[in-house]
């Protein structure tokens, strides 16, 4: 067994009221961080002017989520050491975290003129660049900063989660894998590895990454969480196995039994034993109990819009919006969600969809999804053909882009042009195995083709959806079954219209 600490999860209180769940690693239950929280407070009183029990104060302070009163210890610590580098670092990542721009600026800026080692000073300028939302200057530095030190495996995970943070899976897992050359057995890593294989269509290596990391750490909360995704996905929640799924499920609520990912695993596992109302309750229990919870909204409305409640939908995802404006999820989710309830959503859309690109340029999705919203909603065909193109321009090597563009295409009836990228995505699938990406890429070229009048590709990639639909019923099964009867009624009716001329 590899030893490992088990992030927990807290509810952090922003200045403007809004809580955030973030995960934290930490050594010690929260009946023990409580206790010691009152002996250092106690012992600070008696002896005011000592900084290290100070400090150790403020990282447990921090550790409980109770940031505001860390920020205010962490600051009397640099009254008496201001050259604490760690602690302007520390700083540096409450503010970002908390949407705090400037403030984080300031103590990263801080850190920068006290380092003397220029690998670090690349990082900390990475991290700067990165609170002005500036990536690629954010990338280059940090870049800058595996040249100079490329055994520092900080430097290489710090560049992987900059490159998740624009979405690009591809580059962010040839960082993960050379951090893992320096640190194998890092369960962040294989995570973070996981996720970007999946992204990329590689789903046996992204499973065998997990499967690494849930020997490695069993019982770690991310890698749990992870494993019960992948467990839902395959409905996996009736009889013994869905048994087993409970378990991993009360496994976590354990660790984390009051914020929101625990309850949407909890919601899930309820709808996909068709049991719509209890999954209900749970998510509409957490969100009277934690009202100031922009991700317990978001994840409402998602639930909401799933089953069909869309108004009650847009109505959870415009309280997501108004508590935490600078969440591009939320913010993507607006644009999705809106214009399927009624003309005056659109019209607030249309307003939003500026918005979005301007705060959120560094992300394909909000690209091609603007472009869709203004294509399928607003009949905006050409502008909204070219922000949509934008995606493949940001993430060239990944399927998806080339598919989601394609569609966008195909909505506003350009099916030769869909036709043309459609088929340069197919290029860049995974070659060893099938992924969801083949199925929607086949498909789409199947009904394309069929939309121009040509049958006989259409036949084929109609055929070639069906084909890696049937290898996706061990991984999705759903998405599995609903694209085989896709493909299998596209079939039919070539074979019946076949059937009639012969007739005739």
Known sequence: MFNTVTPKVVSVDFPNQVQIDVYLTTESTQEQKLKKKVTLTNYIKKYPSGWKKRLELANLLYSLGEWPEAIKEYQQVLIKKPKLIEI?????????????KNQAILAYESALSLSSNQGTQQQIKGLINAAQR????????????????PHNPNHWLSL?????????????????????????????????????LLAMGKIDKAQKKLKIA??????HINVLE????????????????????????????????????????QAYYHLFRQDIPQGLAILETFINNNPYNPGGWYHYAHYLFYIGQRQEAAKAILTAYQLYQNDWQINRSMCEILPSVGE???LRVRTLLTDILDNFPERWTVWVTTGRVLVEHFHEIEHGS????????????????????????????????????????????????????????????????????????????WNLAAYHAQKMLNFH??????????????????HHYDKKIHKV
């Open 344 to 346: 005056v959503e659109r």
């Open 134 to 149: 500036r990536y690629q200057t954010a990338i280059k530095a940090i870049q800058t900063a595996t040249k100079i030190n």
């Open 386 to 461: 070219y922000l949509s193109a934008q995606a493949i321009d940001l993430q060239p090597q990944l399927p998806d882009t080339w598919f989601h563009h394609g569609r966008v295409l195909s909505i506003g009836g350009k099916y030769r042009e869909a036709i043309e990228i459609l088929q340069e995505g197919w290029q860049w699938l995974p070659q060893e195995e099938s992924c969801l990406q083949s199925v929607l890429l086949a498909a789409q070229l199947g009904e394309n083709y069929q939309k121009i009048g040509e049958k006989s590709p259409s036949l084929s990639w």
């Open 226 to 265: 992870r494993v019960i995704n992948h467990r839902l996905r395959q409905r996996l929640v009736q009889e013994k196995e869905g048994q087993i799924t409970w378990e991993l499920i009360e496994q976590v609520q354990e660790f984390a039994p009051d914020v929101i990912n625990t309850k949407c695993l």
């Open 160 to 196: 992987g989660l900059t490159y998740l943070q624009v979405e690009s899976p591809v580059a962010a897992l040839q960082a993960f894998e050379k951090f893992l050359t320096l640190q194998p057995n890092d369960i962040k890593a294989l995570q973070y590895s996981h996720d970007a």
């Open 88 to 100: 302007w670092l520390k700083l540096g990542h409450i503010f970002y975290l908390q949407g705090a």
């Open 477 to 494: 099964p759903t998405f599995a079954n609903y694209w085989q009867n896709r493909a299998e009624q596209a079939l039919q009716k070539y």
């Open 214 to 219: 849930q020997q490695l750490a069993p019982d």
